[in-house]
Structure formats: structure tokens, C-alpha cells
């Protein structure tokens, strides 16, 4: 097991930025890849990014893709999301997601480790 906690969430205008960060523990981080969700009232939690265990492959929902930027460093054991050009419809609870394989999945489902979330709310 990998515990995760996040952070970075808040409250910001319509086109600005905020970046969350997500903080693991426990076994080897490197040997997971690493997601990022969101669950807005009353909605289904959605897949937003995530990035393969080594780094390398990134992936995002087309909704934030040129937007939104995943990163992992794996000697410090966290992977980050700096998002940009927010928008109201980017509302919601921000989950950090671990997976133990190479690569990441969109399917909440396949993740077995979840942080709190964080909350992140973008006015009009």
C-alpha cells in the first residue's frame, strides 16, 4: 500500500492557475503509476491525467488537455498537476490515484490507492 495525501487546492478566478501536489508514502513510489481525478456534486468521478511510472508518458481527458500539466519526480516521491487557464466547469474534489503497474488507466476502478482529495473551486 501507498498512502497519498494532496494538496494545493483552492479558490481562484476564471483563467487563473493553481497547482496541486500529491505526496505518497509507503512502498516504492516508482513502482506505480500515478493518476489524477475529480468528482464534482452530484457528477461521477472523472478522469483528468496521469502519467506513467517512469515519467515518460503523460495522458489527459480532451476536456484539459493544452491546459493542465502532470509531472511525477520519483526521488521525492511526488507527482504534481499544475493547471492553467482554469475554468467553472474545472470545479470539483481533486483525487491523487496510484496504480501498481507500468502504466496508468482513465477507469477510477483500476486504482487501488486514493488520497482525501482536495478541494478546488473556479468562479465565473
Known amino acids: 500500500q501507498v498512502q497519498l495525501v494532496e494538496s494545493g487546492g483552492g479558490l481562484v478566478q476564471a483563467g487563473g492557475s493553481l497547482r496541486l501536489s500529491c505526496a505518497a508514502s509507503?512502498?516504492?513510489?516508482?513502482?506505480?503509476?500515478m493518476g489524477w481525478f475529480r468528482q464534482a456534486p452530484g457528477k461521477e468521478r472523472e478522469f483528468v491525467a496521469a502519467v506513467s511510472r517512469s515519467g515518460y508518458n503523460t495522458y489527459y481527458a480532451d476536456s484539459v488537455k493544452g491546459r493542465f500539466t502532470i509531472s511525477r519526480d520519483n526521488a521525492e516521491n511526488t507527482v504534481d498537476l499544475q493547471m492553467n487557464s482554469l475554468k467553472p466547469e474545472d470545479t470539483g474534489v481533486y483525487y491523487c490515484a496510484a496504480r501498481e503497474a507500468r502504466f496508468p488507466n482513465t477507469t477510477p476502478y483500476e486504482y487501488d490507492n486514493w488520497g482525501q482529495g482536495t478541494q478546488v473551486t473556479v468562479s465565473s
Open positions: 509507503g512502498r516504492t513510489f516508482s513502482t506505480y503509476a
